[in-house]
């Protein structure tokens, strides 16, 4: 199941950024309701001010006029004035509007005739009481122009921490990414370990945080590169030591069998001979196993591929002359230049011409494609199913369904040796052009640095 990972510094970013918006949403929400209620007191101010100003006028107005049988209105001052959210009312003990001002119909408010505030009907009405309670003046304002007002002040606020948010998170980005950056160096250096550099981590400056870190991996790095070195010398040493008793026993045993005449004991010979047999090849891969995780592949000396695996073919061919090996360099290639150890390739070529000439169909040829972009592909053709998986062939002593002898090491081995190369073995089966299943091996060798 493959787990999804995510940058610590995105998380640290996303979640700060999202608090930032969140918390400048609530104070700007928090300031426009203190502003609202500020203003309504603002406008209630202005509002009763104006109407306990404007009360003696209208009422010294009234009685100067002729009483008529409608409303009076009183004529406006400024005709093109659009601006004018104040209105007022002269209104007797029944209710009825005895003088009103020039932008209000003779519709009476419904506010009540009580002295003080009321709000409804979209206006906010202050009532005085003159003339011993006989007559009342209303003025009323706008509630629409209260909201207005409220919002345009809101906008106000808003936009310009709508511009300043974008540069309120890319400041958050910065700290963020200059504070985990010690954090990317350790992962880094901590990446860059494997089985073939297990060198101590060297970083400095690192906050208290993670500073012991670097230290407990060091310990650990060391643990692991004794534990991998005594791996492999205790490997290479058996092997190493092991060579020569067992090439002695092995000809012993030969002698022996020739000068046996019974056939069951001459039986028994051959099998003990094929034991010592498989013995010696498992010898000799372990110790190639040795020697491609000593490092063996780095080189920095140019070195002409193509004639070295028409060298290593001919070889192949003297040592297994029933081998049908067919090779088919791109036209036109004169050579292929790499920088690669010439013992190190040897070794994987010649495991991969082994697998090819011991797996494969003997009533088929063996075939290397070699390419001017440096992919070497040995294809053979197969008589027994392939795992549907062909990865698993990489991992170390699996075999395939063959009784054939063999240790389970040859792709293994190639493929460590390649990757010290600085290049990449990938396996697929192919159908060949006479219909038989192929298992096709390819190595992609990148070219020299300049």
Not at 310 to 318: I, S, Y
Not at 396 to 407: I, L, M, Q
Request: aromatic share 6%; charged share 20%; proline share 6%.
């Amino acid at each position: 199941m493959r787990v999804e990972t995510r940058s610590l510094s995105g998380r640290l970013v996303l979640s700060l950024s999202v608090l930032l918006v969140l918390f400048w949403t609530i104070a700007v929400g928090l300031s426009i309701h203190v502003m609202r209620a500020e203003f309504d007191e603002v406008f209630d101010s202005a509002l009763q001010e104006t109407t306990e100003r404007l009360a003696p006028l209208v009422i010294d107005d009234f009685f100067r006029r002729d009483i008529g049988k409608g409303p009076d209105q009183v004529a406006a001052l400024n005709p093109g004035a659009t601006d004018e959210y104040l209105t007022y009312q002269v209104r007797d003990a029944s209710g009825r509007v005895l003088l009103h001002s020039h932008n209000v119909g003779a519709e009476p408010y419904a506010a009540p005739l009580l002295p003080g505030f009321w709000s409804g009907d979209d206006r906010r009405i202050f009532t005085i009481a003159a003339v011993s309670d006989t007559l009342f003046v209303q003025a009323a304002d706008s509630l629409a122009h209260r909201r207005e007002a409220t919002l345009e002040s809101a906008l106000t606020l808003l936009l310009p921490i709508l511009l300043l948010l974008p540069l309120g998170m890319f400041a958050i980005r910065w700290v963020v990414v200059r504070a985990t950056r010690p954090v990317n160096e350790l992962r880094d250096a901590i990446s860059r370990r494997d089985g073939n550099n297990l060198e101590p981590i060297a970083l400095f400056g690192l906050p208290t945080e993670i500073a012991t870190i670097p230290g407990s991996v060091n310990t650990l790095l060391g643990r692991l590169k004794l534990a991998l070195q005594a791996e492999r010398d205790l490997a290479a040493n058996s092997a190493h030591e092991l060579r020569t008793p067992l090439a002695g026993a092995l000809a012993q045993m030969e002698l022996l069998a020739d000068q046996l005449t019974e056939p069951d004991d001459r039986s028994r010979s051959h099998r003990v001979l094929e034991a010592l047999r498989r013995l010696s090849l498992m010898l000799e891969k372990l110790l190639q196993l040795s020697r491609a995780e000593a490092g063996v592949g780095l080189s920095s000396t140019p070195v002409d591929l193509l004639a070295l695996v028409k060298l290593l073919v001919e070889t192949f061919q003297r040592s297994h002359p029933t081998a049908m090996i067919e090779l088919r360099p791109e036209p036109g290639l004169l050579g292929l230049v790499r920088a690669i150890d010439p013992d190190a390739f040897a070794i994987a070529f010649n495991n991969l011409l082994e697998n090819a000439a011991r797996y494969g169909d003997a009533e088929q040829p063996v075939t290397i494609a070699i390419s001017a972009d440096g992919r070497i592909t040995v294809t053979n053709a197969v008589s027994v199913p392939l795992d549907p998986d062909l990865n698993v062939y990489r991992a170390r002593f699996r075999r395939g369904h063959t009784s054939k002898p063999g240790a389970g090491l040859g792709l293994a081995i190639v493929e460590k040796l390649v990757a010290q190369m600085s290049g990449a073995m990938s396996l697929r089966t192919v159908v060949l052009p006479e219909g038989v299943t192929g298992f096709e091996c390819e190595l992609s060798l990148p070219p020299p640095e300049q």
